[in-house]
Nanobody, 114 residues
C-alpha cells in the first residue's frame, strides 16, 4: 500500500503562484511514476503533469511554461510549482502514484480569483 498526502493548496490571485506537495509513504519502492491531476466543478478529472522515477517530466499543453513538476527522492515527495495562475486553473488537485497499482491522494483545493 502507498499513502499520498497533498498540501499547499489555497486561494491566490490571477498571476500568482502556489506550490503543491505530495508526500508518499508505505510501499514507495513499488512506485514507478507520480503525477498531478485536477478536477474542476462539473468537469472530468484531467492529467496536469507527471514525472518518472528517473526524473523525466511531462506536461499537458495548457500548463507548459507555467507549471513545473519535480521530486525529492530523499523525502519521497513530489512537488508542483504553479506560476502565472489563471482562474481556469481553479480545481481540486490530486496526486497520483503508479506502481503495481495506482494510488490517489485526497486532493487539495486551488482557487484562483481576485
Amino acid at each position: 500500500q502507498v499513502q499520498l498526502v497533498e498540501s499547499g493548496g489555497g486561494l491566490v490571485q490571477p498571476g500568482g503562484s502556489l506550490r503543491l506537495s505530495c508526500a508518499a509513504s508505505g510501499s514507495i519502492f513499488s512506485i514507478n511514476h507520480m503525477g498531478w491531476h485536477r478536477q474542476a466543478p462539473g468537469k472530468e478529472r484531467e492529467l496536469v503533469a507527471y514525472i518518472t522515477s528517473g526524473g523525466a517530466a511531462s506536461y499537458v499543453e495548457f500548463v507548459k511554461g507555467r507549471f513545473t513538476i519535480s521530486r525529492d527522492n530523499a523525502k519521497n515527495t513530489v512537488y508542483l510549482q504553479m506560476n502565472k495562475l489563471k482562474p481556469e486553473d481553479t480545481a481540486v488537485y490530486y496526486c497520483r502514484a503508479v506502481g503495481l497499482r495506482e494510488y490517489w491522494g485526497q486532493g487539495t483545493q486551488v482557487t484562483v480569483s481576485s
